[in-house]
């Protein structure tokens, strides 16, 4: 059975619009260095690793999951027409070219203001006296890297990673995925003020992990939302230069990952053993361990388009208890950008003094809350201890992420989805927006009242607020031995697009942190299989919680789903 030529016209017209559910990326946004393309591809542990040298390309990085294997791989330029081929190779299952991500940063400074203490509600949070902090925390920051000499994050900076090596000349020259690179030394655990000098291209990084953990007892007026007890762990995934090449604050999927994936889940392949990596469960304070449940993690970076390993990833992330809180870009499109756009990740957008969202800042379904994003005072990592204002949901998700450490130094054992469900529910609604059932696209649940959302989490009975639940579904046409990817949507009862998350190619995705409700899911069908009748096919969901009410064998495969 053919589709209908709805279908097709709806996914020509997201391409057009460069919507970022749509997987495929764009000539500006596939990684290339030195004439050399490279491919993320996900196999089977059947696969043989034989068939990347028999073609002639360069494996230059691989990661060995418990159920999965990853390669990272370099071939010539000219071979930009072998996806078809590797995705017809025995033991494949998914194949995709790596992608440049981009740091959401700011524009030109603007005249400095305090509005995000009142509008964030951070002054009453700071003097409410039976929220005071008892319990040290840690939170992760992926980004540009910081400069640790600075007054207000030098106390709250503990160490991290970074995919780059500084030369003798003080740039980042070594970037993971480069062919040049020494992979052995890429990865470098930093714990030292000399190796985290204030060079070029920390300044992004610097000033997020202020708005976080900025010290606020240096007489300056300036402070993070979290002001002490507050552990900052760098993971340096962008740099300004690499390879002697500006690339104006963007990085490798593959290299951003793979050191989430090593040092914050715990996952290591055989090659890096020597680094000895450890989940942040294992992470202590003075040889002391954390009692945090969960680890908040700032991604203020994005792009249109995802990839088969950043899914993977990010997946494991929330398995291993992590949230992360991801800016919705600074494009201003109708749709945020990736990783924020899953449903297990934390969506951040913008608003200014007045609450009103700018033009910039990405909004639509998928946009969880708002944040201060506009004319933000934070600290400038490319001077001592200088200050500077900027604009970008950039500036925006670490109000988020300060606001989830906050509420685990007061009550260190909320789980993931007491976290995820508290962050959207203490919100304030701005008047002038119109929210239906609690959302507003430009707004999602509202602007972020950091006060009300500490507050619950001490005192509030959470329970009502945290039902919510992880959808794993795999789907499998007429023919067994076929790998295919399939792109899902996920509408709520409200028929509004909840997620849209691509599959890997054996037909299984995730949804996680859904909330209760009913939800229909509807499933595009590659070319390839566009000859398979749906109602042929077998749709699995693998959820205690979820069950299947019904499966519609219309055009396009759909069915719904209940939460006990």
């Keep these: 059975m053919r589709r209908p030529v709805v279908v097709l016209f709806f996914l020509l017209f997201f391409s057009c619009c460069r919507d970022p559910f749509m997987p495929i990326p764009d000539g500006s946004e596939i990684r290339r260095s030195d004439g050399f393309l490279f491919l993320n591809a996900v196999c089977r542990k059947d696969f043989d690793p034989g068939r990347w040298e028999e073609r002639g390309w360069?494996?230059?990085?691989?990661?060995?999951?418990?159920?999965?294997?990853?390669?990272?791989?370099?071939?010539?330029?000219?071979?930009?027409?072998?996806?078809?081929?590797?995705?017809?190779?025995?033991?494949?299952?998914?194949v995709d070219f790596d992608t440049m991500l981009t740091l959401n940063q700011s524009g030109e400074p603007l005249m400095p203001t305090l509005y995000g203490?009142?509008?964030?509600?951070?002054?009453?949070?700071?003097?409410?006296?039976?929220?005071?902090?008892?319990?040290?925390?840690?939170?992760?920051?992926?980004?540009?890297?910081?400069?640790?000499?600075?007054?207000?994050?030098s106390e709250a900076?503990?160490?991290?990673?970074?995919?780059?090596?500084?030369?003798?000349?003080?740039?980042?020259?070594?970037?993971?995925?480069?062919?040049?690179?020494?992979?052995?030394?890429?990865?470098?655990?930093?714990?030292?003020?000399?190796?985290?000098?204030?060079?070029?291209?920390?300044?992004?990084?610097?000033?997020?992990?202020?708005?976080?953990?900025?010290?606020?007892?240096?007489?300056?007026?300036?402070?993070?939302?979290?002001?002490?007890?507050?552990?900052?762990?760098?993971?340096?995934?962008?740099?300004?230069?690499?390879?002697g090449v500006t690339v104006s604050g963007s990085g490798s999927s593959w290299a951003l990952y793979s050191g989430l994936q090593r040092y914050v889940c715990g996952y290591t392949s055989a090659e890096h053993d020597e680094e000895n990596p450890v989940s942040w469960k294992e992470w202590t304070h003075d040889g002391l361990p954390y009692r945090q449940k969960t680890l908040p993690i700032n991604a203020s970076y994005g792009a249109s388009v995802t990839t088969s390993f950043e899914m993977f990833v990010l997946k494991k992330l929330w398995e291993n208890d992590a949230v992360v809180i991801a800016a919705s870009g600074n494009e201003g499109f109708s749709s945020v950008c990736y990783p924020s756009a899953y449903s297990f990740v934390l969506s951040v957008g913008a608003v200014d003094a007045d609450g009103r969202r700018p033009l910039f800042s990405n909004y639509g379904e998928n946009l969880d809350m708002a944040a201060p994003g506009v004319s933000v005072p934070t600290a400038d990592g490319t001077e001592a201890n200088g200050y500077r204002w900027g604009d970008g949901t950039s500036y925006a998700a670490p109000f988020v992420t300060g606001t989830a450490a906050y509420m685990l130094s007061v009550k260190p054992d909320l789980d993931k989805r007491q976290l995820f469900s508290i962050l959207k529910t203490a919100v304030t609604q701005p008047a002038f927006a119109v929210f239906t059932d609690g959302f507003n696209v430009e707004y999602g649940c509202g602007i972020i009242d950091a006060h009300e959302a500490v507050r619950l989490a001490k005192n509030g009975n959470v329970s009502p607020v945290i039902s919510s639940a992880d959808l794993e579904v795999s789907v499998k046409g007429d023919d067994s031995t076929r790998t295919e990817t399939y792109f899902f949507y996920l509408y709520d009862d409200r028929n509004r697009l909840t997620a849209a998350h691509p599959s890997d190619s054996d037909g299984n995705v995730f949804f996680g942190a859904l909330s209760p409700g009913h939800y229909r899911l509807e499933i595009s069908l590659p070319e390839s299989v566009a000859s398979v009748d749906p109602a042929r096919m077998a749709v699995t969901v693998t959820d205690r919680t979820v069950s299947v009410d019904g499966f519609d064998s219309t055009e396009i495969p759909s069915f719904f789903v209940t939460f006990r």
């Design 58 to 94: 360069t494996v230059v990085d691989s990661f060995a999951s418990s159920d999965a294997l990853f390669y990272h791989v370099a071939l010539p330029e000219t071979e930009s027409a072998v996806l078809s081929e590797i995705r017809g190779w025995p033991g494949v299952s998914t």
């Design 117 to 153: 203490r009142q509008l964030c509600s951070l002054d009453d949070l700071w003097s409410d006296t039976d929220l005071k902090r008892n319990f040290r925390v840690a939170v992760v920051v992926v980004d540009s890297g910081i400069n640790p000499l600075h007054e207000e994050v």
């Design 157 to 243: 900076f503990t160490g991290g990673w970074s995919a780059f090596e500084r030369s003798a000349t003080g740039a980042y020259t070594y970037l993971l995925d480069d062919l040049s690179s020494d992979r052995e030394k890429a990865w470098v655990k930093m714990t030292d003020n000399v190796t985290w000098d204030a060079v070029t291209g920390t300044a992004h990084g610097t000033a997020v992990s202020s708005i976080i953990g900025g010290n606020g007892r240096n007489g300056k007026g300036f402070s993070g939302v979290v002001p002490d007890l507050i552990d900052i762990y760098i993971l340096k995934g962008f740099a300004a230069t690499a390879g």
